[in-house]
């Protein structure tokens, strides 16, 4: 059986989809970048779903995803392990994700889910899929997040209310609005 037939027409499939995806921020969401020189590990707190622990090459901070704000902390991590400590998250044992593996979630609990396609590799492609909805089934509700080389990490919070997306020299933080949110600032909409 000759599977380079079907492989051509799957791959070919899949690219017409792709391109059927919006990229940009998802409706709902406020994205925040920063520059990270060297970035080699990011992971959430589960106890604190806002906070986000950045190890780089200019050492380790804290960001609130709530606030934007940044706390630089003496760097304590363990690669092997793949968990890291901040002073200001207490005795929490924080799991990262980056240049030794790991992971951080790719679902949420209200249903919003993220997915990695590589189309044109090594380039990578991070796409946002709302409600339960599927990339390959409903493209046009998704957003394509991420579309760089060097992915390190990418994922949400605990609550699901924060997500980040990685690579070695930026970090991309997407923190969901709520509807206070949304009435406080409606003139920036």
């Not at 080389?149 to 991309?172: I, P, R």
């Amino acid at each position: 059986m000759d599977t380079s037939n079907i492989e051509d027409a799957n791959r070919k499939r899949l690219f017409d989809i792709i391109r059927l995806i919006p990229a940009g921020i998802p409706d709902g969401w406020q994205k925040t970048t920063y520059a990270v020189g060297g970035l080699m590990y990011v992971g959430f707190s589960n106890m604190h779903t806002e906070k986000l622990v950045v190890i780089s090459a200019q050492g380790q901070s804290i960001i609130d995803c709530n606030t934007g704000g940044k706390t630089y902390c003496d760097e304590n991590y363990d690669e092997d392990d793949l968990i890291a400590l901040a002073d200001e998250l207490g005795d929490e044992i924080v799991p990262i994700a980056g240049d030794g593996g790991g992971g951080l979630r790719r679902y949420s609990k209200d249903g919003n889910m993220l997915a990695s396609a590589a189309p044109f590799w090594p380039m990578e492609k991070i796409i946002f899929m709302p409600n339960y909805r599927h990339y390959t089934q409903n493209p046009d509700k998704c957003t394509i997040l991420f579309d760089d080389y060097e992915l390190k990490a990418f994922g949400f919070s605990k609550c699901g209310n924060y997500m980040a997306v990685c690579n070695s020299h930026t970090l991309d933080v997407f923190r969901k609005l709520t509807k206070n949110h949304f009435s406080e600032n409606s003139e920036k909409y």
